[in-house]
C-alpha cells in the first residue's frame, strides 16, 4: 500500500529545485510546470530543463532516490504540458498584446523579451520559435511575443509543436538513457543538470555563429 504525502511535506516544496517538485508531485507536477513555464509569465523561473532531465533519470529506477516515474506517463505529461502551454501563452499574448509584458517589473524578464524579440527578427518565424525552446526565459516569454505580434496561428502552432516535442521527449529521453546506462548517475547530478543547460544552448549559440559568418560576405560586398 502507498504511504500517502503528508500535506505539510507538500507544502515545503522547494520550486526550484527538480527533485523536490518531483518527490511531491510527480508526472503530474511535470506536466503543470511545463504548462505555467511555457504559457504564463509568472513561470519563468521555473526549472525547465533540469526537470526534465532528472525526471527522465528518475523512470530508470536506478537513482539511489526515493522517487521512481513511469516513463510513458511522463512524457506525455511533458509533452502535452509543453505543447498546451505553448499555445495558451500565445493566445494570452494575441489579447493582451505587449500590455502583460510592460507591467512586469523582472529585469531577468525584460532581458529575456529583448532576446526573444531579435530571436524572431533575425531568424524568422520558425527557426526562433524552435529555437526558443532551449534558451531559458526567453521560451516563456517568446510565445506571448509572437502572440503579440500576430505570427500566424497556424505557423505557430505547427513550429511551437515540433520545437516543444524535440525540446520536452529529448531532455526526458537524454536523463532516462544515461540513467540507464550508468549506475548511480544521481551521484552526478548536478554537473549534470548544469551541462545540460549548457547543451540547451548550443542551438542558439550555432545560429548566432552561421549568421555572424553569412554577414560577412554581404559586408565584404558593401
Not at 504540458?81 to 505587449?98: E, H, N, S
Request: aromatic letters at 6%; hydrophobic letters at 50%; charged letters at 15%.
Amino acid at each position: 500500500m502507498t504511504t500517502p504525502i503528508p500535506a505539510a511535506s507538500q507544502l515545503a516544496v522547494n520550486v526550484l529545485d527538480a527533485h523536490s517538485l518531483l518527490a511531491a508531485f510527480g508526472v503530474l507536477g511535470v506536466g503543470v510546470v511545463m504548462f505555467v513555464e511555457t504559457g504564463l509569465l509568472v513561470g519563468f523561473f521555473l526549472p525547465g530543463d533540469s526537470l526534465l532531465f532528472t525526471a527522465g533519470l528518475l523512470c530508470t529506477g536506478t537513482a539511489e532516490r526515493n522517487v521512481h516515474l513511469s516513463l510513458g506517463p511522463l512524457l506525455a505529461a511533458a509533452a502535452v504540458g509543453a505543447l498546451a502551454g505553448a499555445q495558451c501563452g500565445y493566445l494570452l499574448g494575441r489579447k493582451a498584446g505587449t500590455t502583460l509584458l510592460a507591467r512586469s517589473r523582472s529585469q531577468r524578464l525584460h532581458e529575456g523579451m529583448k532576446r526573444a524579440e531579435e530571436l524572431l527578427q533575425r531568424y524568422g518565424h520558425a527557426k526562433a520559435i524552435v529555437l526558443a525552446r532551449f534558451v531559458p526565459v526567453v521560451r516563456t516569454v517568446l510565445n506571448p511575443m509572437a502572440g503579440a505580434l500576430e505570427v500566424p496561428v497556424r505557423t505557430f502552432t505547427v513550429w511551437q509543436a515540433v520545437g516543444g516535442l524535440v525540446w520536452s521527449m529529448g531532455l526526458t529521453l537524454a536523463g532516462y538513457a544515461l540513467g540507464s546506462s550508468i549506475p548511480n548517475v544521481d551521484r552526478y547530478l548536478l554537473p549534470l543538470v548544469a551541462l545540460i543547460v549548457v547543451v540547451s544552448l548550443l542551438p542558439l549559440l550555432a545560429e548566432v555563429l552561421r549568421s555572424r559568418r553569412a554577414a560577412r560576405p554581404e559586408r565584404g560586398d558593401g
